[in-house]
């Protein structure tokens, strides 16, 4: 089995794996000479882009994982929910989503009719990547955000709005974004995925209370649904220092962790899952020594723990220089943490 999947399910690995959430993409000057022929949509559209877009960096930095490129609002396609994706900022829906007719007309999500070329491109993938292929979807709450607020938020009141004073309305919202999630990652697990990512972006804005009763029982379905499909589950969300306890709870056999809280206070509070981050990804905008001293200290808080996934906290900055990724691939490699068990 690869080093990914190995240290996904916390078992002896040769070398601590390494992949970057967003390494496909506008970090790479060949993804952005495609982008002026083509949207995001349309790239999403076609399976032979969507593989060649997922596989560059498998090929050109040595990830050890590659993660399907697409967005999480894609499944919003098929569900009657119109919107528009805009570079560096995020999707705008047209028409926000705040009243019981508003949420009774956000449809299920059929896959294999609306985003039928993202599985071509996953069946593409697995039969020429040398990694594991990483789906994922939006965690249905980062995903209620977008649909309640119309877009991006920085404080996330209409969302918080609704949970708390029409409970029935979140929970019937709640449930069509799980489904949709549970029917997107099924479609692509059986078109090859090997593990799934489950994004909740945004989650960190809510108290533990509110995480409780207004996020996690959604999310233990969702992990539950994907239980018989014997993949890898990641779980992941920014800002979630004090939130990872209830996260862990919920469900993932892999946390994905920002740099806001150290690896090895966030590894105390998850206990035996592994774990996957945390570097600041804006540290690649600094000089190489000052990478790997920040990557080091990463490692040093893992200590050679089975089950470390090395990942940054968020995405790949746009202005990330592809040698400064390329320099820290190899430099997570080949670097021990002192008290490291480490087997062939
Ligand atoms: O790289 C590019 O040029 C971007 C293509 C693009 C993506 N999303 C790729 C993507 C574009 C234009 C979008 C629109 C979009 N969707 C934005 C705008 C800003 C941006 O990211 O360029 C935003 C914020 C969204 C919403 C979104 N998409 C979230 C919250 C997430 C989860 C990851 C995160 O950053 O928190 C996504 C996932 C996503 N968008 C992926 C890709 C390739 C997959 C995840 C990955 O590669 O790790």
């Not at 599985?119 to 939006?138: E, K, N, Q, Y």
Request: hydrophobic fraction near 45%; include cysteine; charge should be negative.
């Amino acid at each position: 089995m690869s080093r990914f999947l190995r240290a996904c399910r916390r078992q002896m690995v040769d070398r601590t794996p390494v992949w970057f959430m967003r390494q496909a993409g506008r970090s790479q000057p060949e993804y952005r000479a495609l982008r002026e022929r083509y949207t995001l949509l349309e790239i999403c559209a076609h399976s032979d882009l969507v593989a060649e877009v997922t596989l560059r960096p498998v090929e050109q930095l040595g990830v050890d994982a590659a993660i399907l490129f697409a967005d999480i609002t894609l499944p919003l396609l098929g569900m009657g929910v119109a919107f528009t994706l805009h570079d560096g900022d995020g999707p705008r829906v047209h028409r926000p989503v705040r009243t019981a007719s508003d949420v009774a007309a956000v449809r299920p999500f059929e896959p294999e009719a609306t985003i039928e070329a993202v599985l071509d491109a996953v069946r593409l993938i697995r039969a020429a990547s040398p990694v594991p292929l990483i789906g994922f979807a939006g965690a249905p709450f980062t995903l209620a955000s977008y649909l309640i607020e119309g877009g991006p938020s920085r404080d996330f009141l209409a969302t918080k709005t609704m949970l708390r004073a029409a409970p029935e309305l979140w929970d019937s919202l709640m449930h069509r974004l799980t489904d949709a999630a549970i029917a997107y990652l099924r479609a692509q697990v059986a078109a090859g995925a090997q593990a799934v990512q489950l994004f909740d972006s945004w989650v960190g804005c809510l108290s533990p209370t509110d995480y409780r009763a207004a996020v996690a029982p959604y999310m233990r379905r969702l992990f539950e649904a994907l239980r018989p499909l014997d993949v890898v589950t990641i779980h992941f969300g920014t800002g979630t220092a004090g939130l990872l306890r209830e996260m862990a709870a919920a469900g993932g056999d892999v946390i994905g962790v920002d740099w806001r809280i150290g690896l090895d206070a966030a590894w105390d509070q998850i206990g035996d899952r592994a774990i996957q981050g945390n570097l600041d990804p804006s540290v690649l905008l600094a000089p190489p020594e000052v990478v790997r001293g920040q990557a080091a200290a990463v490692l040093a808080q893992a200590a050679g723990r089975p089950g470390h996934i090395f990942n940054l906290g968020h995405g790949v900055l746009p202005d990330t220089p592809q040698d400064t990724l390329r320099m820290l691939v190899e430099f997570v490699h080949t670097t021990r943490p002192a008290g490291a068990e480490v087997s062939g």
